[in-house]
């Protein structure tokens, strides 16, 4: 029971570049979701999936897609990467309504 | 949608009790209250969660007033590797948006 994995671990990207951040869960929790994380800040929600087969944003989705691929995988594109977007990464994962979230080991993202 | 405020930073030593205090005046009647532990470079990690007055589990304990515009974690007899981010969120009315603030950073000092 490997948890929440996430793939890569790190990635360095120029403006422009596109790429896709891979999230995948052997728990089978229904609900997905993709954060990111800058310097000294706290965690804020770019999409999220309630369940299979659907996607919805959360606070900062600009720039950003998003595929649930099935119960097991959640993906966030970046189709034209700015250095802004330059962060960590983290997916989640959990079961129900008003259970607690799982997290991923994050994803560190640099765009020059 | 309700959001929480915390203490930007605290300072204890091992051994100690801390308590981190954290506001959500805003917070609806369905809403729980949720903290989470964050170590540098890790994704982060529940503590406890609950609705109103006080619940306890193996590593820390939470209470929360009959008016619920403010919780208190409580991290009895701390240690070195206590040392986090410490982050607490209520649901804000739709159990998929969660708000994650700025966290409290807590030093814990030998």
């Known amino acids: 029971n490997a948890g929440v994995t996430q793939t890569p671990k790190f990635q360095v990207l120029k403006t422009g570049q596109s790429m896709t951040l891979q999230c995948a869960q052997d728990?089978?929790?229904?609900?997905m979701y993709w954060y990111r994380q800058d310097p000294g800040m706290g965690l804020r929600l770019i999409y999220y999936?309630?369940?299979?087969?659907?996607?919805d944003k959360g606070e900062v989705p600009n720039g950003y897609n998003v595929s649930r691929l099935n119960k097991r995988e959640f993906s966030l594109r970046l189709e034209s990467a700015a250095p802004s977007q330059t962060s960590v990464y983290f997916c989640?994962?959990?079961?129900?309504?008003?259970?607690?979230?799982?997290f991923g080991p994050g994803t560190r993202l640099t765009v020059l | 949608l309700a959001k929480t405020t915390q203490p930007i930073s605290m300072d204890s030593y091992e051994g100690q009790e801390v308590n981190i205090t954290c506001s959500h005046n805003?917070?609806?009647?369905?809403?729980?209250i949720t903290w989470y532990q964050q170590f540098p470079s890790q994704g982060p990690r529940f503590i406890i969660q609950?609705?109103?007055t006080k619940v306890t589990n193996e590593v820390a304990s939470l209470f929360i007033p009959a008016d619920r515009k403010s919780s208190t974690l409580s991290l009895p007899r701390v240690s070195l590797s206590d040392t986090a981010v410490y982050y607490c969120?209520?649901?804000?009315?739709?159990?998929?948006?969660?708000?994650f603030g700025s966290g409290t950073k807590l030093n814990v000092k030998p």
């Open positions: 989640a994962s959990k079961i129900g309504m008003e259970d607690t979230q799982y």
């Open positions: 728990m089978n929790h229904n609900s």
């Open positions: 999936s309630a369940s299979e087969g659907t996607t």
């Open positions: 805003n917070i609806a009647t369905n809403d729980y």
């Open positions: 609950g609705y109103k």
């Open positions: 969120l209520s649901q804000g009315g739709n159990f998929n948006k969660f708000y």
